[in-house]
């Protein structure tokens, strides 16, 4: 899937969108990808994405998420940092703080929290995309043990 992104010199190029949560997924937990990202499902947990991150109208995120550059078209609840540029489109809806370069928001977004603009931005925390560790057979509790 190719969409069209504008450079920093305003030239339209196409993006190559590498990964992709269908809109009938719910991903419970953290999602990390390197290429470009499209989400038109739920993500409950943070996103961190190496390029651009594509939110469809469809879709729907409660955490926060860092990318290099963010479209938002569904809803967002959690705050946003991208170190390129952050558009909210007009089926946009973002709760929570954005950290950005650039910004734009079109008619009919809607956006509730506080924008930061500069070259300063918040890098996540590292902790918070490790791999989960694996539970030993000791352990683990079946629900009949519980019982």
């Known amino acids: 899937m190719l969409i069209k ?9 196409n ?19 390197k290429g ?13 994405i190496d390029e651009m991150l594509v939110l ?3 879709s729907k995120v409660i955490g926060n998420i860092y990318a290099a550059s963010i479209m938002v078209g569904g809803e967002v609840e959690g705050d946003l ?7 909210i489109s007009g089926t946009g809806k973002v709760t ?7 910004l734009i928001v079109d008619e009919n977004a809607v956006f509730r929290g506080q924008c930061f603009m500069g ?10 995309f490790q791999p989960a560790q694996p539970v030993s057979g000791k352990d683990k509790e079946t629900s009949e043990q519980k019982k």
């Open 15 to 33: 993006v190559r969108i590498k990964s992709i949560v269908a809109q009938d997924a719910v991903v419970d937990g953290n999602l990390q990808a």
């Open 36 to 48: 470009a990202t499209r989400i038109d499902g739920v993500v409950r947990g943070n996103v961190k």
């Open 5 to 13: 992104k504008e450079g920093s010199d305003g030239n339209v190029g």
């Open 119 to 128: 070259d300063e931005i918040p890098q996540p925390d590292p902790e918070m």
């Open 81 to 87: 940092a991208a170190k390129e540029k952050v558009t």
């Open 56 to 58: 469809g109208a469809a």
């Open 96 to 102: 929570g703080n954005l950290h950005t370069k650039k």
